[in-house]
């Protein structure tokens, strides 16, 4: 029996939930238009697709653990063809992130193969005293998500199971935890329910909102729904900080990049865009210098 709280659909949010009568917790994510928009002209390989897509749902799931204003950024470092995958999440869901390789890479090659050896690096930022808090993950096993899973695993010290299916119009993820109570309540508890979350098909993933999912996977358990946090892709295109960095170059430098190439262009990786600046910009910055 579920107990639904949520009043309307939302095509990208995470939604906590919890086994009242197991004291299991879980969340279930599913982004499809942010995906979408994250990926849009990136013209990534599907293979490719999946590895930052993985990232980014666990990105996210960390994000909305969040107790205090900030983020969270995942950066995977390999010495494979992908030489990176980098992810933030704020505290409110908005996300962006991006992928870089060096070779080029097919839909046959495995994790392991495109990452090759390297390590997750987990930043945690506080917006309130900015601190920032870094810890690196071992990369083990075939899939970028065994990586991921373990991680959740050892830092809570809970046992926790993860699922995500990733592609290009959508990504699913359904994260379950277990807490300390849960084998007085029903010792058996956590096996049978990470059972049923095993025969969850990817279709079902990428494709059911929460309600139904958790109907159709444990609807002989009651099932808690809380309130769905929305998610959105959010990438600023700040052409005022990219004019300010110009400036720091100087005018001479400013005006022998301008005289070589004709006009100033900044690619932004992170957010996939241009930022172009003519003759008559850079005499607009350096009119008062």
Known sequence: MIQDVMTRSHADAIQRFLFQEHDIRGQHIHLSQAWQSM??????????????????AFAALLANGLKHPGRIIL????????????VEVTHELKLKGLAKTNAPITDQLSANELLGEGQILVTLENSLNDHLYQSYVPREGEQLIEALQNFLSQSEQLDSKLAIEVSEQAIGGLYLQKMPQTDAHDEDAWDRISHLAS????????DLDTPILLTRLFHEEVVELYEPKEAEYECIQDRQRIATMIQSLGEQEARQIL????????????CNYHERFSAADIDELFKSH
Do not use: C, S, W
């Open 39 to 56: 990926l849009a002209d990136r013209h990534y390989p599907l293979v490719l697709v999946k590895l930052l897509g993985e990232l980014t």
């Open 75 to 86: 950066q995977v470092q390999g010495q494979g063809p992908v030489n990176l995958l980098v």
């Open 259 to 270: 005289a070589d190439e004709g006009e100033i262009v900044v690619f932004n990786d992170m």
């Open 199 to 206: 025969t969850l098909k990817a279709d079902e993933l990428l």
